[in-house]
């Protein structure tokens, strides 16, 4: 099941189902000029952030160590483990660069924003690393344990409007999808299957999503406008893009 979640009217506002064959992408439901699109690390592949650039709008997407093409200015690949690194002594950094595609794409103008982990949680995520490279017999490099120690945005938001602390503020709303879908699994059911034919089972996930969208319309603490932003999401700069949806 693909979706994209209104981040402004915390609802899903479109689904898509398929085989699992069919990998997840960004654009999922259509992207509206001048929206915000949000996705984790599944999204970082060029063909979704062209997507949603080709359609005017903009994307803050979490990056794996060697997920796309990067290039800075100078068309120099960029070093990433050694961006982390500076992060974790100087604090966040904000590097603007080039998103690569096959020989035939454009470059997208991006920027690359590397925040530190915080200490415990960077040792914890370097420990995890060292421990699936033991179980599956290898060892983890230098470069791979300094880009587990930070979080890697890129986003075509502009640093005038958007700087590096609220691209990050406004990634975490991504969370929000993760909790509606923990309802729609504890509260309504999803998972709990009354058929194996695709076809039932299809129709028994969309009416699991039109209750929850019926009860997302009418409860009283959902926004009174489709686009309205929670009050959180009140201290980004005006006349920046909504952060709107997010696909996942």
């Known amino acids: 099941m693909h979706t994209a979640y209104d981040v402004g009217a915390q609802r899903f506002v479109a ?27 599944a999204y970082g592949r060029y063909r979704d952030l062209s997507a949603v650039a080709r359609a005017k709008a903009d994307y803050v997407v979490r990056l794996s ?37 096959e020989k035939k794409d454009a ?14 949680k960077a040792e914890a995520a370097r420990k995890l690393m060292r421990k699936k490279a033991r179980q599956w017999g290898y060892e983890a490099t230098e470069e791979a344990l300094a880009t587990a120690g930070c979080l890697m945005l890129i986003t075509s938001l502009p640093r005038s409007a ?10 975490r709303r991504r969370w929000q999808v993760e909790l509606a879908f923990k309802r729609l699994k504890s509260l309504m059911g999803l998972e709990r299957l009354r058929a ?53």
């Open 15 to 41: 689904t898509k189902m398929t085989d699992r064959s069919v990998a997840e992408h960004l654009d999922v439901g259509g992207v509206a000029e001048g929206e915000v699109r949000l996705g984790d690390r």
């Open 162 to 171: 958007w700087p590096a602390d609220q691209v990050l503020s406004l990634y």
């Open 65 to 101: 160590a060697k997920a796309l093409k990067l290039r800075d200015e100078k068309g120099e690949p960029v070093d990433r483990a050694a961006l982390c690194r500076l992060a974790e002594a100087e604090g966040a950094q904000d590097v603007p660069l080039f998103v690569h595609g």
């Open 107 to 120: 470059p997208l103008a991006a920027r690359l924003v590397v925040l530190p982990l915080p200490k415990d």
């Open 196 to 248: 194996l034919d695709d076809g039932l089972v299809s129709a028994h996930i969309h009416a699991v999503l039109l209750v929850a969208l019926l009860i997302d319309l009418h409860r009283p603490s959902a926004p009174e406008a489709p686009d309205s932003p929670p009050s959180d999401l009140q201290a980004f700069p005006s006349g920046a893009p909504s952060p709107s949806r997010l696909a996942a």
